[in-house]
């Protein structure tokens, strides 16, 4: 069922648990997070990165999401994650995207609200949500070293105000987390801040770079104010895994390893996020 993330999120910030929003890049990683959903009968944010545009492309992303979500009953937002060209946005709207992101997080804080102000009422008129950052989520394989992180803090007063100018419907938060693998072990996440953001904002916060953060971080943060969770790297790293432990001997059947291991890796997730 295709629907948009404005419900989805805001039972999941009243009932204090965080929503999957794993990405898709092929059919069968976007089954096997729809089968999940439907076995365990709980909602998925199905989520297509602009990056990965250059894997599968956004007629195709849109395609396949549309039809896995017309195959199951539960709730599916078809999600464009990080998308940093407005141009490309307004596209994806086009092809059928319910949910959009528009990432300006490393622009000045103006410019993030003039950008995210644009999309916000192109997609409104359209029955279409919106995400956005403020502060920004670095990568992981530079947590190891502060000095040379590329992450930025959010602060309680620029998200507040930044909601204020947009009317944003969901937004994501940097507290510790980055994208990729992290060389130096579990992120030591910054609760504080996200108990002053979540006091401050009326909407459903996001959480980026949740591989690799580990089961009692993220559970806290589901509980704590974070209603949407992004997982990424896990799914790959598991399916690697899955594959190594089936030996599959030919394509098929490493298909099917691949799907198995990206299966249990959300299965698990929800159990962590609590998700109802």
Same mark, same amino acid.
């Given at each position: 069922?295709?629907?948009?993330?404005? !419900?989805?999120?805001?039972?999941?910030?009243?009932? $204090? #648990?965080?929503? =999957?929003?794993?990405?898709?890049?092929?059919?069968?990683?976007?089954?096997?997070?729809?089968?999940?959903? @439907?076995?365990?009968?709980? =909602?998925?944010?199905? +989520?297509?990165?602009?990056? %990965?545009?250059?894997?599968? *492309?956004?007629?195709?992303?849109?395609?396949?999401?549309?039809?896995?979500?017309?195959?199951?009953?539960?709730?599916?937002?078809?999600?464009?994650?990080? $998308?940093?060209?407005?141009?490309?946005?307004? !596209?994806?709207?086009?092809?059928?995207?319910?949910?959009?992101?528009?990432?300006?997080?490393?622009?000045?804080?103006?410019?993030?609200?003039?950008?995210?102000?644009?999309?916000?009422?192109?997609? %409104?008129?359209?029955?279409?949500? &919106?995400?956005?950052?403020? /502060?920004?989520?670095?990568?992981?394989?530079?947590? @190891?070293? %502060?000095?040379?992180?590329?992450?930025?803090?959010?602060?309680? @007063?620029?998200?507040?105000?930044?909601?204020?100018?947009?009317?944003?419907? *969901?937004?994501?938060? +940097?507290?510790?987390?980055?994208?990729?693998?992290?060389?130096?072990?579990?992120?030591?996440?910054?609760?504080?801040?996200?108990?002053?953001?979540?006091?401050?904002?009326?909407? =459903?916060?996001?959480?980026? /770079?949740?591989? $690799?953060?580990?089961?009692?971080?993220?559970?806290?943060?589901?509980?704590?104010?974070?209603?949407?969770?992004? &997982?990424?790297?896990?799914?790959?790293?598991?399916?690697?895994?899955?594959?190594?432990?089936?030996?599959?001997?030919? #394509?098929?059947?490493?298909?099917?390893?691949?799907?198995?291991?990206?299966?249990?890796?959300?299965?698990?997730? #929800? /159990?962590?996020?609590?998700?109802?």
């Amino acid at each position: 069922m295709l629907v948009n993330s404005k !419900e989805v999120l805001l039972e999941a910030k009243k009932g $204090g #648990y965080a929503v =999957p929003a794993p990405d898709f890049i092929d059919l069968d990683s976007a089954r096997a997070y729809c089968k999940t959903a @439907e076995k365990l009968k709980k =909602p998925v944010i199905l +989520s297509f990165a602009q990056a %990965h545009s250059e894997v599968i *492309s956004l007629h195709e992303a849109a395609l396949i999401g549309k039809f896995m979500a017309e195959e199951v009953s539960v709730p599916v937002v078809l999600h464009l994650d990080h $998308g940093t060209d407005i141009a490309f946005i307004k !596209e994806a709207i086009e092809l059928g995207f319910t949910s959009v992101m528009i990432d300006a997080s490393m622009m000045d804080f103006d410019t993030n609200v003039k950008m995210t102000k644009e999309v916000v009422e192109y997609a %409104h008129a359209r029955n279409v949500t &919106v995400e956005a950052e403020i /502060g920004h989520v670095g990568s992981g394989e530079n947590y @190891e070293n %502060h000095d040379n992180s590329d992450s930025i803090y959010t602060t309680k @007063e620029e998200a507040k105000r930044f909601v204020e100018l947009t009317d944003v419907d *969901s937004l994501a938060v +940097s507290i510790g987390t980055a994208h990729g693998i992290y060389k130096g072990g579990k992120p030591a996440l910054s609760f504080d801040t996200l108990h002053e953001i979540r006091d401050e904002v009326s909407v =459903p916060l996001v959480l980026h /770079g949740g591989s $690799g953060t580990g089961d009692d971080n993220l559970k806290r943060c589901a509980k704590e104010g974070i209603s949407k969770i992004n &997982v990424f790297t896990d799914f790959l790293v598991s399916a690697m895994n899955q594959i190594d432990i089936d030996k599959p001997k030919d #394509y098929l059947a490493l298909k099917v390893s691949s799907n198995k291991g990206m299966m249990n890796t959300l299965e698990h997730y #929800y /159990g962590v996020f609590e998700t109802k």
